[in-house]
């Protein structure tokens, strides 16, 4: 294993998540693609309101990954981050497929929305559709 996605939703359970995804890191000698799915940016809204709330979604974000981010840099493990937009299971499946990731960690459960509660959640989907093992960390 060379290449290990780390899905994270910014949830308290994300830290655990995190913490595998390292073990595992280390013991492969791989480096990690950080993957964080922030909510889908307005369509319908008109300037400037529209790039307000991007700006705000884009700051909420960063608030949500830098901690992640400091701990895998103090860890001395290569990784790559992708901040993306929603739909977060499909981003993810994304992600490991174009970079030929060879396992995904992700949490068994996390942040999610009334849509995840009607379609299932994140973790189903991309258990479901991943192109590659992936690790659901309880």
Do not use: W
């Given at each position: 294993?060379?290449?290990?996605?780390?899905?994270?939703?910014?949830?308290?359970?994300?830290?655990?998540?995190?913490?595998?995804?390292?073990?595992?890191?280390?013991?492969?000698?791989?480096?990690?693609?950080?993957?964080?799915?922030?909510?889908?940016?307005?369509?319908?809204?008109?300037?400037?309101?529209?790039?307000?709330?991007?700006?705000?979604?884009?700051?909420?974000?960063?608030?949500?990954?830098?901690?992640?981010?400091?701990?895998?840099?103090?860890?001395?493990i290569p990784f790559e981050e992708r901040i993306m937009e929603e739909p977060a299971a499909t981003r993810i499946t994304d992600i490991a497929e174009i970079e030929g990731c060879d396992l995904i960690v992700m949490g068994s459960r996390g942040l999610s929305n009334l849509a995840s509660l009607i379609v299932g959640s994140v973790t189903h989907r991309v258990l479901q559709t991943a192109p590659c093992s992936v690790l659901v960390v309880r």
């Open positions: 294993m060379k290449k290990i996605v780390l899905a994270i939703d910014g949830s308290d359970h994300s830290a655990k998540v995190l913490d595998t995804a390292v073990e595992y890191a280390r013991m492969m000698d791989a480096t990690i693609l950080f993957v964080y799915c922030h909510e889908k940016f307005p369509t319908i809204l008109g300037e400037p309101y529209r790039n307000n709330e991007i700006a705000k979604i884009l700051d909420e974000s960063e608030k949500v990954v830098t901690p992640f981010l400091q701990r895998l840099a103090a860890e001395n």
